[in-house]
């Protein structure tokens, strides 16, 4: 009963050339939508958020986007760097500040 | 500026036996959380904090596991009679609600092996 999907486990990228990495929801009822970088043996990173009344938030290379009709999310870094590799989980934000978590999507960007 | 911090990193243990982790969050958050993250997974709730007081418990929580946060401070979870399957990757966060937005700060984990 996964409420948040990332349904490609890995993607491999050119250095200079764009990620775009996806998330699917089932849940409509959060508020906001957070993306999280993971290197091994480290713990998650706060990456950028968005929240569910936008559509769009940027933050230098990093840029997700929200399709609340398609209930879709997606994290675009332009352009991609090898220290981009990394897991990077979504997350549903609930009121309470408890994330779900998506199985992650592990990014390789190659030179 | 220190972030939270996990001790230890890495627990191997028997089965059967109890173990106990720690975790300092960073000083002025009143909130902790911990959450399990297995292989392929991404990282699961387990328990929340705010201040002492502990609000929410997933399901996944058995009553082998305990959570305190005596004084509001550290944290420390318990799982007693270790069994396989608890092998995991326990990661600890904190945070201070900053706007409508929760930002989780985590630590780098304690890796639990049972043999």
């Known amino acids: 009963d996964q409420q948040v999907k990332q349904n490609s486990p890995s993607l491999s990228v050119q250095e200079g050339r764009i990620s775009i990495l996806n998330c699917d929801y089932t849940?409509?009822?959060?508020?906001?939508f957070l993306w999280y970088k993971k290197y091994p043996a480290e713990g998650p990173t706060f990456l950028i958020s968005?929240?569910?009344?936008?559509d769009k938030n940027e933050d230098g290379r990093f840029t997700v986007f929200l399709n609340k009709s398609a209930k879709h999310l997606s994290l675009h870094i332009v352009p991609s760097q090898p220290g981009d590799s990394a897991v990077y989980f979504c997350?549903?934000?609930?009121?309470?500040?408890?994330?779900?978590f998506g199985r992650g999507t592990q990014l390789t960007v190659w030179p | 500026d220190t972030g939270v911090s996990q001790d230890p990193r890495h627990k191997i243990t028997k089965r059967g036996q109890n173990v106990t982790f720690r975790c300092d969050p960073i000083?002025?958050?009143?909130?902790l959380y911990w959450y399990r993250q297995t292989l392929g997974q991404g990282p699961e709730f387990l328990t929340y904090f705010q201040n002492e007081a502990q609000l929410e418990k997933s399901r996944l929580l058995s009553d082998r596991f305990s959570a305190e946060r005596p004084k509001g401070s550290f944290s420390t979870l318990e799982i007693q009679r270790t069994e396989q399957g608890d092998s995991a990757m326990y990661l600890c966060?904190?945070?201070?609600?900053?706007?409508?937005?929760?930002?989780?700060?985590f630590g780098s984990g304690t890796q639990l092996s049972v043999l």
């Open positions: 997350a549903e934000s609930s009121t309470l500040g408890r994330l779900y």
């Open positions: 966060a904190s945070s201070s609600r900053s706007g409508a937005t929760e930002k989780l700060f």
């Open positions: 849940n409509s009822m959060f508020d906001y």
């Open positions: 000083s002025e958050h009143n909130r």
């Open positions: 968005i929240s569910s009344i936008k």
